[in-house]
Nanobody, 121 residues
Framework: QVQLVESGGGLVQPGGSLRLSCTAS????????VDWYRQSPGKAHELVAS???????NYANFVKGRFTISRDNAKNTVYLQMNRLQPEDTAVYYC???????????????WGQGTQVTVSS
């Protein structure tokens, strides 16, 4: 059973920064795309950022220019650097990946347990 573990959340003032980390119990992050999602109370999951196995990144419009997703394959870790945080960024942030498990192309989704980010003065 693969486990994804997020860390790095916390309380920060508006304009501040946090760096989230996502690690896996097996070495799967370097060979698969990894996403960061977030969910705030009363709202659906939102895709925040993605990074492909080749390093191509994509961002939601509401974080472009403020957040940066990156990976360190040697550490089997994906990061989300969040700068200029605003109260509307308050949410639980989740790491997600999809792994192909057989030659027929069957896939399994993996989610972390989430890490709380609270932006407040």
């Amino acid at each position: 059973q693969v486990q994804l573990v997020e860390s790095g959340g916390g309380l920060v003032q508006p304009g501040g920064s946090l760096r989230l980390s996502c690690t896996a119990s097996r070495r799967i992050l370097s060979s698969n795309s990894v996403d960061w999602y977030r969910q705030s109370p009363g709202k659906a999951h939102e895709l925040v950022a993605s990074i492909s196995s080749g390093g191509t990144t994509n961002y939601a419009n509401f974080v472009k220019g403020r957040f940066t997703i990156s990976r360190d394959n040697a550490k089997n870790t994906v990061y989300l650097q969040m700068n200029r945080l605003q109260p509307e960024d308050t949410a639980v942030y989740y790491c997600h990946t999809i792994v192909t498990v057989n030659v027929e192309g069957a896939t399994v989704q993996h989610w972390g347990q989430g890490t709380q980010v609270t932006v407040s003065s």
